[in-house]
Structures are given as C-alpha cells and as structure tokens.
C-alpha cells in the first residue's frame, strides 16, 4: 500500500519544482533560447493549495511567490539537495506568514 503524501510535503515539492523550472529557463535564456513557453502553472496551485487564492492583493502575491523563488536560482541543485530542500521549506514558511496579514 502507497502511503500518501500529505497536503504540506505536495506543496513543497511543486514549489521545488517551480525553483527548478525557473533555473533552467533563466539559463536557457542566459543561453540565447526563448524559453518562455516552459514556465509552469503551478504557482497558481501552490497558493490556492495553501489557502491563499483570495488573497485581496493578488499582483502582490505573484510578485512575492516570484521573488522568493528568484532567490533560489543560486542554489547548485546537482551538489546540494539540502539547500534546495531548507530553501524551499524558507519559501513555503514566508508564504504561511502572508496568510496571517
């Protein structure tokens, strides 16, 4: 029998997946390649997941979801699954924290 994941570990892997996705149409197009057509839909996802889809500013939201993953792009995945992983928990706890404003 599968065990089953729970709403928060579903919730950080798509917003690991988002980090991911994110480097590698920035060094796609560091590269040259427009890569615009491969960006996810899942941010939306991750905030409705986390009860954040009626939040009354949603332009601010984007922006805040899309700025917290920037600071990821550093992250070397291929050395340091462990930084993405804290990294990623650093995120989902800043997007907890605007639920309570």
Same mark, same amino acid.
């Given at each position: 029998?599968?065990?089953?994941?729970?709403?928060?570990?579903?919730?950080? +892997?798509? +917003?690991?997946?988002?980090?991911?996705?994110?480097?590698?149409? !920035?060094?796609?197009?560091?590269?040259?390649?427009?890569?615009?057509?491969?960006?996810?839909?899942?941010? !939306?996802?991750?905030?409705?997941?986390?009860?954040?889809?009626?939040?009354?500013?949603?332009?601010?939201?984007?922006?805040?979801?899309?700025?917290?993953?920037?600071?990821?792009?550093?992250?070397?995945? +291929?050395? !340091?699954?462990?930084?993405?992983?804290?990294?990623?928990?650093?995120?989902?706890?800043?997007?907890?924290?605007?639920?309570?404003?």
């Amino acid at each position: 029998m599968k065990n089953r994941i729970d709403l928060k570990e579903s919730v950080l +892997i798509l +917003i690991e997946d988002n980090v991911v996705n994110l480097k590698l149409i !920035s060094t796609l197009e560091d590269l040259g390649i427009d890569a615009s057509l491969y960006n996810l839909n899942s941010p !939306s996802v991750v905030l409705e997941l986390l009860e954040l889809e009626f939040f009354e500013n949603r332009d601010y939201l984007y922006k805040k979801y899309f700025d917290l993953l920037e600071q990821g792009k550093s992250i070397d995945f +291929i050395t !340091s699954k462990v930084e993405l992983r804290l990294f990623v928990l650093n995120v989902y706890d800043e997007l907890l924290n605007l639920n309570n404003m």
